[in-house]
């Protein structure tokens, strides 16, 4: 069964710091690339983040560049986010998405509140 169980959102407040994990297994997960989506109340879904299959490249939304650091251990089939500096606009639920050629795959998500 594939799953992919997100972890670390929480209550912080502004300027606080976070690490989000996404845990994956059912997949081979060194030959998917990777992504961070956030959804926050009333709007559309954000992808904030991607990381290719060997954590080489890795891309960040204009809103998070400087802010986060994206990574992978693909010997334990996880994914990171390290999110700095955070501010109320970062409250969203934060999913995590692999994907490779027509398979795709999401996980639950976890929420992330920023509030004083």
């Known amino acids: 069964e594939v799953q992919l169980v997100e972890s670390g959102g929480g209550l912080v407040q502004p300027g606080g710091s976070l690490r989000l994990s996404c845990a994956a297994s059912?997949?081979?997960?060194?030959?998917?690339?990777m992504r961070w989506v956030r959804q926050a109340p009333g709007k559309g879904l954000d992808c904030v983040s991607a990381?290719?299959?060997?954590?080489?490249?890795?891309y960040y939304a204009d809103s998070m560049k400087g802010q986060s650091t994206i990574s992978r251990d693909n010997a334990k089939n996880t994914m990171f986010l390290q999110m700095n500096d955070l501010t109320p606009n970062d409250t969203a639920e934060y999913s995590c998405?692999?994907?490779?050629?027509?398979?795709?795959?999401w996980g639950q998500g976890t929420q992330v509140t920023v509030c004083s």
């Open positions: 998405n692999a994907s490779t050629g027509p398979f795709n795959y």
């Open positions: 990381i290719k299959t060997d954590g080489g490249n890795t």
């Open positions: 059912g997949f081979t997960f060194s030959n998917y690339d």
